[in-house]
């Protein structure tokens, strides 16, 4: 099976910058998101990428967030600036396993163990 780490969580400032790493045990020739999810909320879908390299991102994210992957190391990063109070999550990294909507958090089947992003204001 397909396992995946994320790394690069922590407590930053509003206004601060976080890199959120996301290393696969092999390669994914598919698409790779990041979703998180707030005490009491929902999970939420925040960034994906394609195995061709489009990609997408939640409204909120546009113009603060940029997903990116180098394939040869099986990793998928999300840069975070311009961080706000509302960002604090777990943020999760998943694995595309049925081809389809990218922003559709059920067509990923396989999910790293979070990491935790904090902002204060």
């Known amino acids: 099976q397909v396992q995946l780490v994320e790394s690069g969580g922590g407590l930053v400032q509003a206004g601060g910058s976080l890199r959120l790493s996301c290393a696969a045990s092999?390669?994914?020739?598919?698409?790779m998101g990041w979703f998180r999810q707030a005490p009491g909320k929902e999970r939420e879908f925040v960034a994906a990428i394609r195995w061709g390299g489009s990609t997408y991102y939640i409204d909120s994210a546009k113009g603060r967030f940029t997903i990116s992957r180098d394939s040869a190391k099986n990793t998928v990063y999300l840069q975070m600036n311009s961080l706000k109070p509302e960002d604090t999550a777990v943020y999760y990294c998943?694995?595309?396993?049925?081809?389809?909507?990218?922003?559709?958090?059920?067509?990923?089947?396989?999910w790293g163990q979070g990491t935790q992003v904090t902002v204060s204001s």
């Open positions: 092999e390669g994914t020739f598919s698409t």
């Open positions: 998943a694995l595309m396993t049925h081809w389809g909507i990218a922003t559709d958090g059920s067509l990923y089947h396989y």
